[in-house]
Protein backbone atom coordinates (compact mmCIF):
# COMPACT_ATOMS: atom_id res chain seq x y z
CA UNK A 1 0.00 0.00 0.00
CA UNK A 2 1.50 3.66 -1.06
CA UNK A 3 0.97 6.18 1.18
CA UNK A 4 2.43 9.77 2.75
CA UNK A 5 3.47 10.30 5.82
CA UNK A 6 0.97 12.17 6.89
CA UNK A 7 -1.20 9.56 6.97
CA UNK A 8 0.67 6.82 8.16
CA UNK A 9 -1.66 6.93 11.49
CA UNK A 10 -4.03 4.96 9.41
CA UNK A 11 -1.57 2.46 8.98
CA UNK A 12 -0.56 1.23 12.15
CA UNK A 13 1.12 -2.53 12.29
CA UNK A 14 0.69 -2.50 8.88
CA UNK A 15 3.37 -2.42 6.09
CA UNK A 16 3.19 0.38 3.29
CA UNK A 17 5.55 2.35 1.30
CA UNK A 18 6.27 5.95 1.06
CA UNK A 19 8.24 8.43 -1.55
CA UNK A 20 10.66 10.19 0.50
CA UNK A 21 13.51 11.88 0.79
CA UNK A 22 16.72 11.10 3.07
CA UNK A 23 16.96 14.69 5.55
CA UNK A 24 19.13 13.38 7.39
CA UNK A 25 21.12 9.61 8.65
CA UNK A 26 22.69 8.30 11.59
CA UNK A 27 24.21 4.72 11.72
CA UNK A 28 26.05 2.05 13.14
CA UNK A 29 27.12 -1.40 12.52
CA UNK A 30 23.81 -2.83 13.22
CA UNK A 31 20.92 -0.30 12.88
CA UNK A 32 20.42 3.11 10.68
CA UNK A 33 18.03 6.02 11.07
CA UNK A 34 16.66 7.23 8.34
CA UNK A 35 15.11 10.52 8.75
CA UNK A 36 12.59 10.58 5.88
CA UNK A 37 10.57 13.89 4.87
CA UNK A 38 7.97 13.54 1.87
CA UNK A 39 6.84 16.75 1.74
CA UNK A 40 3.45 16.14 3.78
CA UNK A 41 6.01 15.59 7.12
CA UNK A 42 9.05 14.04 8.75
CA UNK A 43 9.55 10.47 10.14
CA UNK A 44 12.11 8.73 10.86
CA UNK A 45 12.80 4.55 9.40
CA UNK A 46 14.61 2.16 11.78
CA UNK A 47 16.85 -0.40 9.24
CA UNK A 48 18.18 -3.26 11.45
CA UNK A 49 20.64 -5.06 9.78
CA UNK A 50 19.75 -8.36 11.40
CA UNK A 51 16.07 -7.45 9.74
CA UNK A 52 16.68 -6.85 6.42
CA UNK A 53 18.41 -7.84 3.47
CA UNK A 54 22.73 -7.27 3.38
CA UNK A 55 22.06 -5.05 0.11
CA UNK A 56 19.21 -3.53 1.84
CA UNK A 57 21.11 -2.23 5.05
CA UNK A 58 24.25 -1.10 3.02
CA UNK A 59 22.04 0.89 0.46
CA UNK A 60 20.64 2.89 4.48
CA UNK A 61 24.25 3.12 5.57
CA UNK A 62 25.21 4.70 2.22
CA UNK A 63 22.11 6.28 1.08
CA UNK A 64 23.24 10.48 0.54
CA UNK A 65 21.53 13.37 2.08
CA UNK A 66 18.38 14.28 -0.61
CA UNK A 67 18.80 10.69 -2.69
CA UNK A 68 14.58 9.87 -3.56
CA UNK A 69 13.54 6.47 -2.41
CA UNK A 70 10.37 4.41 -2.28
CA UNK A 71 10.70 3.81 1.47
CA UNK A 72 8.98 -0.23 2.91
CA UNK A 73 8.00 -0.99 6.02
CA UNK A 74 5.74 -1.37 9.02
CA UNK A 75 4.50 1.33 10.43
CA UNK A 76 4.47 1.98 14.52
CA UNK A 77 3.99 3.98 17.58
CA UNK A 78 6.88 6.19 18.14
CA UNK A 79 6.33 7.48 21.77
CA UNK A 80 9.88 9.30 22.28
CA UNK A 81 9.07 11.42 18.80
CA UNK A 82 6.76 14.62 18.84
CA UNK A 83 5.37 13.04 15.58
CA UNK A 84 3.96 9.83 17.49
CA UNK A 85 4.93 7.28 14.38
CA UNK A 86 8.02 5.68 12.76
CA UNK A 87 8.73 3.21 10.18
CA UNK A 88 10.54 -0.30 10.80
CA UNK A 89 11.97 -0.59 7.08
CA UNK A 90 12.22 -3.93 5.77
CA UNK A 91 12.89 -2.65 1.78
CA UNK A 92 14.47 0.12 0.49
CA UNK A 93 14.20 1.48 -3.45
CA UNK A 94 16.79 3.59 -4.74
CA UNK A 95 14.67 6.41 -7.30
CA UNK A 96 17.98 8.77 -7.51
CA UNK A 97 20.75 10.00 -5.74
CA UNK A 98 21.88 13.09 -4.81
CA UNK A 99 25.84 13.91 -4.51
CA UNK A 100 27.22 17.21 -2.67
CA UNK A 101 24.03 18.33 -1.37
CA UNK A 102 24.50 22.27 -0.91
CA UNK A 103 23.10 22.75 2.68
CA UNK A 104 24.33 20.16 5.58
CA UNK A 105 22.67 19.71 8.78
CA UNK A 106 25.55 22.19 9.93
CA UNK A 107 24.98 25.99 10.46
CA UNK A 108 24.91 28.12 7.25
CA UNK A 109 24.83 31.77 6.75
CA UNK A 110 21.59 33.46 6.21
CA UNK A 111 22.59 34.61 2.37
CA UNK A 112 23.98 31.39 1.52
CA UNK A 113 20.32 29.96 2.38
CA UNK A 114 18.81 32.72 0.86
CA UNK A 115 20.46 31.99 -2.35
CA UNK A 116 19.82 28.15 -1.67
CA UNK A 117 15.81 28.97 -1.33
CA UNK A 118 14.93 26.56 -3.70
CA UNK A 119 16.44 24.32 -2.04
CA UNK A 120 15.84 25.76 1.78
CA UNK A 121 12.38 25.60 1.29
CA UNK A 122 12.98 21.49 1.90
CA UNK A 123 14.07 22.16 5.85
CA UNK A 124 12.06 20.87 8.91
CA UNK A 125 11.72 24.75 9.93
CA UNK A 126 11.02 26.21 6.51
CA UNK A 127 8.42 23.25 6.12
CA UNK A 128 6.73 24.16 9.44
CA UNK A 129 6.43 28.03 8.55
CA UNK A 130 4.72 27.37 4.86
CA UNK A 131 2.22 24.92 6.66
CA UNK A 132 1.20 27.75 9.04
CA UNK A 133 1.17 30.27 6.05
CA UNK A 134 -1.52 27.69 4.17
CA UNK A 135 -3.44 27.12 7.39
CA UNK A 136 -3.64 31.20 7.47
CA UNK A 137 -4.97 30.91 4.15
CA UNK A 138 -7.70 28.70 4.55
CA UNK A 139 -8.60 29.95 7.55
CA UNK A 140 -8.79 33.52 6.26
CA UNK A 141 -11.33 31.72 3.23
CA UNK A 142 -13.30 30.30 6.07
CA UNK A 143 -13.89 33.19 8.01
CA UNK A 144 -14.72 35.35 5.19
CA UNK A 145 -17.22 32.47 3.90
CA UNK A 146 -18.95 32.26 7.43
CA UNK A 147 -19.53 35.67 7.47
CA UNK A 148 -20.91 35.87 4.10
CA UNK A 149 -18.16 37.85 2.05
CA UNK A 150 -17.92 37.47 -1.26
CA UNK A 151 -14.33 36.94 -2.54
CA UNK A 152 -13.55 39.18 -5.35
CA UNK A 153 -10.66 39.60 -7.14
CA UNK A 154 -9.07 43.00 -8.03
CA UNK A 155 -6.57 43.73 -11.25
CA UNK A 156 -2.91 43.78 -10.59
CA UNK A 157 -2.22 46.14 -13.43
CA UNK A 158 -3.77 49.40 -13.03
CA UNK A 159 -3.38 53.10 -14.38
CA UNK A 160 -3.43 54.33 -10.75
CA UNK A 161 -1.98 54.46 -6.68
CA UNK A 162 -4.26 53.44 -4.12
CA UNK A 163 -1.48 54.24 -1.72
CA UNK A 164 0.86 56.90 -2.48
CA UNK A 165 2.52 57.23 -5.73
CA UNK A 166 5.84 56.90 -4.82
CA UNK A 167 6.08 53.17 -3.84
CA UNK A 168 4.70 52.23 -7.48
CA UNK A 169 6.50 49.46 -9.90
CA UNK A 170 6.06 51.59 -13.31
CA UNK A 171 5.37 48.98 -16.88
CA UNK A 172 4.43 49.76 -20.51
CA UNK A 173 1.19 48.84 -21.30
CA UNK A 174 0.94 49.20 -24.86
CA UNK A 175 0.57 53.04 -25.31
CA UNK A 176 -0.05 53.57 -21.68
CA UNK A 177 1.88 54.02 -18.20
CA UNK A 178 0.59 51.12 -15.90
CA UNK A 179 1.67 50.08 -12.38
CA UNK A 180 1.86 46.88 -10.05
CA UNK A 181 -0.69 47.16 -8.00
CA UNK A 182 0.22 48.47 -4.25
CA UNK A 183 -3.14 47.45 -2.70
CA UNK A 184 -6.24 46.76 -4.36
CA UNK A 185 -8.69 49.00 -1.84
CA UNK A 186 -10.14 51.18 -4.50
CA UNK A 187 -11.67 48.29 -6.71
CA UNK A 188 -12.59 46.34 -3.44
CA UNK A 189 -15.07 49.87 -2.81
CA UNK A 190 -16.42 49.14 -6.18
CA UNK A 191 -16.54 45.59 -6.08
CA UNK A 192 -18.56 46.40 -2.30
CA UNK A 193 -20.72 48.73 -3.60
CA UNK A 194 -22.13 45.55 -5.56
CA UNK A 195 -21.62 42.62 -3.39
CA UNK A 196 -21.98 44.26 -0.08
CA UNK A 197 -19.45 42.42 2.17
CA UNK A 198 -16.22 41.75 0.16
CA UNK A 199 -12.31 40.37 0.35
CA UNK A 200 -9.50 40.07 -2.38
CA UNK A 201 -6.20 38.23 -1.32
CA UNK A 202 -3.59 38.44 -3.61
CA UNK A 203 -0.07 39.45 -4.52
CA UNK A 204 0.48 43.21 -4.11
CA UNK A 205 3.66 45.37 -4.95
CA UNK A 206 5.89 48.24 -2.85
CA UNK A 207 9.19 49.57 -4.70
CA UNK A 208 9.73 51.32 -1.34
CA UNK A 209 13.41 50.91 -0.72
CA UNK A 210 13.11 49.37 2.71
CA UNK A 211 15.65 47.23 4.08
CA UNK A 212 14.26 45.81 7.18
CA UNK A 213 12.80 42.28 8.63
CA UNK A 214 9.25 43.60 8.10
CA UNK A 215 9.52 44.83 4.23
CA UNK A 216 9.01 42.58 1.36
CA UNK A 217 8.71 44.25 -2.49
CA UNK A 218 6.22 41.39 -3.47
CA UNK A 219 3.63 40.88 -0.32
CA UNK A 220 -0.17 38.88 -0.08
CA UNK A 221 -2.79 41.05 1.12
CA UNK A 222 -6.19 39.92 2.54
CA UNK A 223 -8.37 43.08 2.10
CA UNK A 224 -11.80 43.05 3.11
CA UNK A 225 -14.61 45.96 2.69
CA UNK A 226 -18.09 46.51 3.73
CA UNK A 227 -20.55 49.03 2.75
CA UNK A 228 -23.25 50.15 5.76
CA UNK A 229 -20.67 49.58 8.12
CA UNK A 230 -18.51 52.06 10.44
CA UNK A 231 -14.92 51.72 11.86
CA UNK A 232 -15.88 50.63 14.93
CA UNK A 233 -17.65 47.78 13.54
CA UNK A 234 -14.96 47.13 10.89
CA UNK A 235 -12.89 47.02 14.48
CA UNK A 236 -14.98 44.49 15.75
CA UNK A 237 -14.70 42.29 12.46
CA UNK A 238 -10.67 42.28 12.48
CA UNK A 239 -10.49 41.06 15.79
CA UNK A 240 -12.97 38.19 15.32
CA UNK A 241 -10.53 37.79 11.96
CA UNK A 242 -7.58 37.65 14.02
CA UNK A 243 -8.98 35.51 16.56
CA UNK A 244 -9.92 33.15 14.46
CA UNK A 245 -6.49 32.36 12.16
CA UNK A 246 -4.89 32.14 15.28
CA UNK A 247 -7.03 29.83 17.05
CA UNK A 248 -6.71 28.22 13.78
CA UNK A 249 -3.41 26.99 13.91
CA UNK A 250 -3.03 26.28 17.38
CA UNK A 251 -5.55 23.79 16.21
CA UNK A 252 -4.18 22.41 13.57
CA UNK A 253 -0.54 23.32 12.96
CA UNK A 254 0.23 21.87 16.72
CA UNK A 255 3.48 19.83 15.33
CA UNK A 256 4.63 22.71 12.80
CA UNK A 257 4.56 25.14 16.17
CA UNK A 258 6.40 22.45 18.26
CA UNK A 259 9.22 22.77 15.29
CA UNK A 260 9.27 26.41 15.58
CA UNK A 261 9.61 25.98 19.48
CA UNK A 262 7.11 28.66 19.43
CA UNK A 263 6.03 29.76 22.49
CA UNK A 264 1.96 28.87 22.55
CA UNK A 265 1.01 30.31 25.58
CA UNK A 266 1.73 34.14 23.88
CA UNK A 267 -0.91 33.03 20.78
CA UNK A 268 -3.78 31.54 23.43
CA UNK A 269 -3.82 35.54 24.84
CA UNK A 270 -5.10 36.30 21.73
CA UNK A 271 -8.78 36.56 22.40
CA UNK A 272 -10.98 39.86 21.08
CA UNK A 273 -11.90 42.63 21.83
CA UNK A 274 -8.09 43.67 21.37
CA UNK A 275 -7.28 46.94 23.88
CA UNK A 276 -7.51 50.47 21.67
CA UNK A 277 -5.73 53.42 21.95
CA UNK A 278 -5.60 56.63 19.74
CA UNK A 279 -2.65 57.95 18.14
CA UNK A 280 -2.58 60.88 20.45
CA UNK A 281 -2.36 58.18 23.39
CA UNK A 282 0.72 56.62 21.41
CA UNK A 283 2.58 59.51 21.64
CA UNK A 284 2.02 60.51 25.50
CA UNK A 285 2.67 56.22 25.94
CA UNK A 286 6.17 56.84 23.36
CA UNK A 287 7.11 59.89 25.74
CA UNK A 288 6.67 58.01 28.77
CA UNK A 289 9.01 55.61 27.38
CA UNK A 290 11.75 57.70 26.71
CA UNK A 291 10.63 58.94 23.38
CA UNK A 292 11.66 62.61 23.89
CA UNK A 293 12.06 64.04 20.25
CA UNK A 294 8.30 62.49 19.23
CA UNK A 295 6.11 65.15 17.73
CA UNK A 296 2.66 65.09 16.67
CA UNK A 297 2.30 64.51 13.35
CA UNK A 298 4.76 62.58 12.56
CA UNK A 299 4.42 58.28 11.55
CA UNK A 300 5.23 55.84 13.90
CA UNK A 301 8.63 53.72 12.85
CA UNK A 302 9.01 49.93 13.85
CA UNK A 303 10.96 51.25 17.42
CA UNK A 304 7.73 52.45 18.62
CA UNK A 305 5.30 50.14 17.62
CA UNK A 306 7.28 48.02 19.24
CA UNK A 307 7.58 49.71 22.35
CA UNK A 308 3.84 50.64 22.40
CA UNK A 309 3.51 46.95 21.63
CA UNK A 310 5.33 45.93 24.91
CA UNK A 311 2.58 47.27 26.95
CA UNK A 312 0.15 44.51 26.00
CA UNK A 313 0.12 40.91 25.64
CA UNK A 314 -2.85 41.26 22.79
CA UNK A 315 -2.45 43.29 19.53
CA UNK A 316 -3.55 46.92 19.83
CA UNK A 317 -5.29 48.92 17.44
CA UNK A 318 -3.99 52.57 17.26
CA UNK A 319 -6.47 54.67 16.28
CA UNK A 320 -7.08 58.28 15.00
CA UNK A 321 -3.72 59.35 13.07
CA UNK A 322 -3.46 62.83 12.24
CA UNK A 323 -4.64 62.80 8.47
CA UNK A 324 -1.53 64.09 6.90
CA UNK A 325 0.19 60.81 7.29
CA UNK A 326 -2.79 58.89 5.84
CA UNK A 327 -4.15 57.54 2.84
CA UNK A 328 -6.48 60.02 1.01
CA UNK A 329 -9.16 58.27 1.06
CA UNK A 330 -9.87 58.30 5.03
CA UNK A 331 -12.29 59.73 6.84
CA UNK A 332 -12.22 62.38 8.50
CA UNK A 333 -13.51 62.25 12.17
CA UNK A 334 -16.43 64.01 12.48
CA UNK A 335 -15.57 65.29 16.05
CA UNK A 336 -12.13 66.41 15.21
CA UNK A 337 -11.10 67.80 11.52
CA UNK A 338 -7.09 66.97 11.66
CA UNK A 339 -7.80 63.12 12.42
CA UNK A 340 -9.19 60.26 10.75
CA UNK A 341 -11.27 57.56 11.14
CA UNK A 342 -8.44 54.41 11.04
CA UNK A 343 -6.47 52.29 12.79
CA UNK A 344 -3.30 50.09 12.35
CA UNK A 345 -3.43 46.86 14.29
CA UNK A 346 0.01 46.00 15.90
CA UNK A 347 0.89 42.67 16.70
CA UNK A 348 2.56 41.65 20.27
CA UNK A 349 6.23 40.42 20.61
CA UNK A 350 7.79 43.05 18.13
CA UNK A 351 6.20 41.80 14.80
CA UNK A 352 4.97 45.41 14.56
CA UNK A 353 1.90 46.60 11.97
CA UNK A 354 -0.18 43.68 10.44
CA UNK A 355 -3.21 45.12 9.43
CA UNK A 356 -4.24 49.15 8.19
CA UNK A 357 -7.80 50.15 8.01
CA UNK A 358 -10.26 52.74 8.02
CA UNK A 359 -13.83 54.17 7.10
CA UNK A 360 -13.79 55.63 3.35
CA UNK A 361 -14.50 59.35 2.42
CA UNK A 362 -18.38 58.85 0.93
CA UNK A 363 -19.24 62.67 0.75
CA UNK A 364 -18.50 63.50 -2.74
CA UNK A 365 -17.64 67.04 -2.01
CA UNK A 366 -15.48 66.48 0.43
CA UNK A 367 -13.88 63.74 -1.75
CA UNK A 368 -13.60 66.38 -4.71
CA UNK A 369 -11.75 68.22 -2.22
CA UNK A 370 -8.86 65.74 -1.67
CA UNK A 371 -8.52 65.14 -5.25
CA UNK A 372 -7.84 69.07 -5.57
CA UNK A 373 -5.02 68.41 -2.52
CA UNK A 374 -3.97 65.41 -3.63
CA UNK A 375 -3.29 66.34 -7.31
CA UNK A 376 -5.54 63.29 -8.55
CA UNK A 377 -7.52 64.64 -11.66
CA UNK A 378 -6.34 62.45 -13.98
CA UNK A 379 -8.88 59.96 -16.19
CA UNK A 380 -7.17 57.15 -14.10
CA UNK A 381 -9.35 58.64 -10.75
CA UNK A 382 -12.79 59.13 -12.40
CA UNK A 383 -14.20 55.81 -11.76
CA UNK A 384 -13.57 55.79 -8.01
CA UNK A 385 -15.33 59.36 -7.35
CA UNK A 386 -18.56 58.02 -9.15
CA UNK A 387 -18.90 55.37 -6.52
CA UNK A 388 -19.67 58.61 -4.48
CA UNK A 389 -22.23 59.91 -7.35
CA UNK A 390 -24.33 56.45 -7.28
CA UNK A 391 -25.73 55.74 -4.28
CA UNK A 392 -22.73 56.71 -1.68
CA UNK A 393 -22.74 54.69 1.72
CA UNK A 394 -20.75 54.55 4.61
CA UNK A 395 -18.30 51.73 3.95
CA UNK A 396 -15.03 50.84 5.51
CA UNK A 397 -12.28 47.87 5.32
CA UNK A 398 -8.95 47.16 6.07
CA UNK A 399 -5.73 45.20 4.96
CA UNK A 400 -3.88 42.35 6.69
CA UNK A 401 -0.42 41.82 5.53
CA UNK A 402 -0.01 37.75 5.32
CA UNK A 403 3.90 37.56 5.23
CA UNK A 404 4.17 39.72 9.12
CA UNK A 405 0.83 37.68 10.44
CA UNK A 406 3.00 34.71 9.64
CA UNK A 407 6.27 35.81 10.78
CA UNK A 408 4.19 36.94 14.10
CA UNK A 409 2.33 33.42 14.54
CA UNK A 410 5.15 31.14 13.32
CA UNK A 411 7.56 33.09 15.48
CA UNK A 412 9.44 34.00 12.25
CA UNK A 413 12.47 36.89 12.59
CA UNK A 414 12.36 38.06 9.12
CA UNK A 415 9.44 38.34 6.71
CA UNK A 416 12.02 36.51 4.10
CA UNK A 417 11.24 33.02 5.59
CA UNK A 418 7.59 33.64 5.63
CA UNK A 419 6.84 33.66 1.82
CA UNK A 420 8.02 30.83 -0.57
CA UNK A 421 10.34 32.96 -2.79
CA UNK A 422 10.82 36.43 -1.37
CA UNK A 423 11.23 39.29 -3.15
CA UNK A 424 13.92 41.79 -0.83
CA UNK A 425 15.52 45.01 -2.08
CA UNK A 426 18.66 43.44 -3.44
CA UNK A 427 17.08 39.96 -4.31
CA UNK A 428 15.36 38.75 -7.71
CA UNK A 429 17.07 35.33 -7.16
CA UNK A 430 16.15 32.29 -7.32
O1 LIG B 1 -1.17 49.82 5.67
P1 LIG B 1 -1.22 49.44 4.23
O2 LIG B 1 -0.32 50.15 3.29
O3 LIG B 1 -2.75 49.60 3.81
C1 LIG B 1 -3.28 49.49 2.58
O4 LIG B 1 -2.68 49.15 1.57
C2 LIG B 1 -4.76 49.72 2.56
N1 LIG B 1 -5.17 50.08 1.19
C3 LIG B 1 -5.47 48.47 3.04
C4 LIG B 1 -6.97 48.61 3.01
O5 LIG B 1 -7.51 49.37 3.78
N2 LIG B 1 -7.63 47.89 2.14
O6 LIG B 1 -0.92 47.88 4.11
C5 LIG B 1 -1.72 46.94 4.81
C6 LIG B 1 -0.85 45.87 5.45
C7 LIG B 1 0.11 46.38 6.50
O7 LIG B 1 -0.52 46.51 7.75
C8 LIG B 1 1.17 45.30 6.52
O8 LIG B 1 0.72 44.18 7.27
C9 LIG B 1 1.22 44.89 5.06
O9 LIG B 1 0.00 45.27 4.48
N3 LIG B 1 2.33 45.52 4.37
C10 LIG B 1 3.49 44.90 4.06
N4 LIG B 1 3.92 43.65 4.30
C11 LIG B 1 5.15 43.31 3.86
N5 LIG B 1 5.96 44.16 3.18
C12 LIG B 1 5.57 45.43 2.92
N6 LIG B 1 6.37 46.25 2.22
C13 LIG B 1 4.27 45.84 3.36
N7 LIG B 1 3.57 47.00 3.27
C14 LIG B 1 2.40 46.78 3.88
MG1 LIG C 1 -0.13 50.91 7.03
Known amino acids: MKTTINRVSEFLGQEVTIGAWLANKRSSGKIAFLQLRDGTGFMQGVVVKAAVTEEVFQLAKTVTQ ?16 PFGYEMQVTKIELIASAV ?20 WLRSKKQHAIMKIRDQIIQATYQFFDKEGFTKIDPPILTGAAAEGTTELFHTQYFDEEAYLSQSGQLYMEAAAMAFNRVFSFGPTFRAEKSKTRRHLIEFWMIEPEMAFVTHEESLAVQEQYVQYIVESVLTNCALELHTLERNIDALKKVKAPFPRITYDQAIDILKEKGFADIEWGEDFGAPHETAIAESYDQPVFITHYPKDIKAFYMKPDPERDDVVLCADLIAPEGYGEIIGGSARIDDLELMEQRYQEHDLSGAAYQWYLELRKFGSVPHAGFGLGLERT ?13 IPFPRLLNRLYP
Not at 71 to 80: A, F, H, K, L, P
Not at 105 to 119: A, C, I, N, Q, S
Open 406 to 418: VAWISGAEHVRET
Open 66 to 81: ESSLFVTGTIVEDSRS
Open 100 to 119: DYPITPKEHGTEFLMDHRHL
